[in-house]
């Protein structure tokens, strides 16, 4: 009897081994996507800010066409961002596969896996909206990290009308984490709950936008980060803590604004 108790325990031993030892490697793989999402993440928020900083560049050197220029390689566009002061530092991928490039089309600055959206992804693209052209969604496409070019279709973009881009049951199936603008928008409007019910982390609005309505970007907890040109009119709840930000705006103006946990602010 003590024999087979014995025998009995050192099976029930290995068994216990072996679980551990599977619920072990199920761990570290999953701590490994976790850790590499976190990369992805932090290489999307840095490719919004290659893009601030080029909007930046053009404003102070008008006359330049570095960024036009289709000679230039990507590295060299970064430098010469770096070496005039609008980038402390080369922005490199974090992320196992992860590369920064500049798409000379469209103006702007794309990260991995970004998708710049077309009229096939925007299933009513109504290019007489209001007199302008407009992009009415809801979006169809299945990329959570595009960029809206100046044009569609060959049609000038001035409007993003109300639940084109909104997450949920009756709207786009993508939840989105990260919305980029090319360089040459014209942009002038953002219409109700475009962007409700998403998961941007930040976003850099085009200085050609005037207005942004009701609820726009309501429901993304997970803002963190504002830029935003001069004397664009906001209506209510378009982010969260939305009276922190219109006070701080009223006074600040222009520029880069942050979510420190309980209320907007201005970098400076």
Partial sequence: MNNRQKGVSLIELLIVIIVLGIIA?????????????TRVDADEAN???????????HVSNPEREDFSDNSNTSKELMTILNETGFIDKMVEPQAKDGE??????NQVWLYSGQYVLSGDAVSDFDPNFFGGNAIEGPYSGSQDDIVIPDIIDGNEIYDIYQDAFRFGDEYS????KAV??????SLTQIHARAFKDNAITSISFPQSLERIDYGAFLGNDTLTSISIGDSVELESDVFRGMDSFKDVYETGGAGNYYWDGSEWLKQQ
């Fill in 25 to 37: 490697s199920i761990s570290v793989a999953a701590v490994g996507q976790i850790v590499e999402n």
């Fill in 47 to 57: 490719a919004v800010r290659l893009n601030q900083a080029t909007r930046l560049f």
């Fill in 100 to 105: 920064y490039s500049w798409d000379f089309d």
């Fill in 173 to 176: 199936q993508t939840q989105l």
């Fill in 180 to 185: 980029s603008f090319t360089q040459n928008s």
